[in-house]
C-alpha cells in the first residue's frame, strides 16, 4: 500500500503550489495522511487550518487519517531527540536555565551537520516532527516540490538514525511567475481561496500531478492565438452554447457541451486553441470547468 502524506503549516489559503502537492498525493497514494506543520508558532496564522481544510474540500481532495497536528506531539520529538542522543555520540544535548537543545554535530556524515533538532524551548524543529511523523505513520512516500529537494538527504538519514527504512521521495516542479521565480502568495490567483473566488476552479477535476499543472497554466496563462477565419464557425457556435449555460459548469455539465459542439461540427482543436493557444493539453471539458463564462467568452472572441 502507498502511504503519502499532505503536511501544509497553517498561514493561511494554500499556494496554488502546495494545491497540486495536494492533488498529486491523493492521485497517488492509497491512504494519505493530513498532517499540519504548525510547529514554528511565528509563522501560524490564526484560522490558518480552517482555511486549509476549505481549500482541500473546494478542491475534492479527501484523506484518510487526520488533521494530525504537530504541536500535539510533542512529548514524541522529545523522546526521539532523546534516542538519538543516546544512541549517537554526534548528537550533543547542550543545557542552559534548564532549557535543552539536541544538537546533530555529525551523524554519518556532512549531510546533517550542524542541524538543530530541538530548539532551546523544547519545541522540535521541521527537520525533526517532519521525519518522526513520517517514521510513526508508516509513509512511503513523499511526495512535495521541488524547493523540498535539499532535505532529502537530511531526512533519509535521520529516518536511518531512528532505525527506519525511509519513504521514497518525489520531487515535482514549481508553479513559477512570469519573472521565473517562484509564486508569491501575494501574486493574484496564486491561493486556492483567490481562485475560488474568482469562480475558477484550476485543479479540479486533474487526474494526475502533470495534468493539473497543465491545467493551471493553461487557465492562468494563456499563449496568444489568432485563429484563421475557418475558425469562426466553431467558435460562433461555442460562444451560443456557453452563453446559454449557467455561469459555473460542473463536469457533467462541460462535457455535454463538448458533446453538443462536437455534434454539430465544432473542431475541438480550435476550440482548445483559442481557449488556452496550446494544440494539447487535459480534457477539454475539465478546462471548460475551470474556466469562468466571461474569460472564455472573451478569450472566443480574441481569437478570431
Same mark, same amino acid.
Given at each position: ?19 497540486? #502537492?495536494? /492533488?498529486?498525493?491523493?492521485? *497517488? !497514494?492509497?491512504?494519505?495522511?493530513? $498532517?499540519?506543520? +504548525?510547529?514554528? @508558532? ?87 516532527? #517532519?521525519? /518522526?511523523?513520517?517514521?510513526? *505513520? !508508516?509513509?512511503?512516500?513523499?511526495? $512535495?516540490?521541488? +524547493?523540498?529537494? @535539499? ?154
Amino acid at each position: 500500500m502507498k502511504r503519502v502524506r499532505f503536511a501544509p503549516s497553517p498561514t493561511g489559503s494554500l499556494h496554488v503550489g502546495n494545491a497540486l #502537492s495536494a /492533488v498529486a498525493n491523493r492521485a *497517488f !497514494g492509497d491512504w494519505m495522511l493530513l $498532517r499540519i506543520d +504548525d510547529t514554528d @508558532p511565528e509563522r501560524n496564522v490564526p484560522g490558518g487550518e480552517d482555511a486549509i481544510l476549505a481549500d482541500l474540500a473546494w478542491l475534492g481532495v479527501e484523506w484518510d487519517e487526520g488533521p494530525v497536528r504537530q504541536s500535539e506531539r510533542s512529548a514524541r520529538y522529545t523522546e526521539a531527540g532523546r534516542e538519538l542522543g543516546d544512541r549517537f555520540d554526534g548528537i550533543t544535548l547542550l543545557r542552559e536555565d534548564g532549557s535543552a537543545t539536541y544538537h546533530l554535530a555529525s551523524v554519518v556524515d556532512d549531510v546533517v551537520d550542524g542541524i538543530t533538532l530541538l530548539r532551546e524551548d523544547g519545541s522540535a524543529t521541521y527537520h525533526l516532527a #517532519s521525519v /518522526v511523523d513520517d517514521v510513526d *505513520f !508508516g509513509i512511503t512516500h513523499v511526495i $512535495r516540490g521541488n +524547493d523540498h529537494r @535539499p532535505n532529502e538527504q537530511l531526512h533519509r538519514r535521520l529516518a536511518q538514525a531512528l532505525g527506519a527504512t525511509p519513504p521514497e521521495f518525489i520531487h515535482h516542479g514549481l508553479i513559477l511567475g512570469e519573472d521565473g521565480r517562484k509564486l508569491s502568495k501575494r501574486t493574484p490567483g496564486a491561493t486556492v481561496a483567490s481562485l475560488r473566488e474568482q469562480g475558477v476552479p484550476v485543479l479540479r477535476g486533474a487526474r494526475d500531478l502533470n495534468e493539473a499543472r497543465d491545467l493551471a497554466r493553461q487557465v492562468l496563462e494563456p499563449e496568444p492565438v489568432q485563429l484563421p477565419a475557418e475558425a469562426r464557425p466553431t467558435l460562433e457556435r461555442f460562444k451560443e452554447l456557453r452563453e446559454g449555460a449557467s455561469n459555473g459548469l460542473d463536469h457533467d455539465a462541460a462535457r455535454e457541451l463538448v458533446r453538443e459542439l462536437k455534434a454539430v461540427g465544432g473542431d475541438l482543436k480550435t476550440l482548445r486553441l483559442a481557449l488556452t493557444g496550446r494544440d494539447r493539453g487535459p480534457e477539454l471539458a475539465a478546462l471548460l470547468e475551470a474556466l469562468p463564462k466571461d474569460e472564455a467568452l472573451r478569450r472566443a472572441d480574441a481569437a478570431l
